[in-house]
């Protein structure tokens, strides 16, 4: 009986340390010329109103991480005085990665 408890706890145990999955998003700010490195891009919780930011790097890549599997999002990035369209992330969709990528028109 021993040997089962034994083995139990390394499955189980491991499972219930991990605690909720955190879910990722990450991309690439795109312009009419390519990647834009500097662009500001906007996690907004739709649930707390809470709005988190994030400079481009030099690649227009983005990452906003330990995001809660429960609630909203809505993602856009700003560069220039130009917006892109603002993307959603639903509470609903079981991933726990996602790779958005956003467009700034120069129009």
Do not use: C
Request: proline letters at 2%; zero cysteines; hydrophobic letters at 35%.
């Amino acid at each position: 009986m021993s040997a089962v408890w034994m083995a139990a706890p390394g499955g189980v145990g491991a499972e219930q340390q991990r605690g909720p999955t955190q879910r990722i998003v990450q991309g690439k700010v795109m312009g009419a010329s390519g990647a834009v490195n500097g662009a500001v891009v906007y996690l907004k919780d739709d649930h707390s109103l809470a709005v988190k930011s994030y400079i481009t790097d030099s690649d227009g890549g983005y990452r906003f991480g330990q995001l809660a599997q429960s609630t909203d999002y809505e993602l856009w990035a700003e560069s220039n005085g130009k917006k892109s369209a603002v993307k959603t992330i639903s509470s609903f969709d079981s991933k726990n990665q996602f790779y958005i990528n956003l467009k700034i028109d120069s129009k």
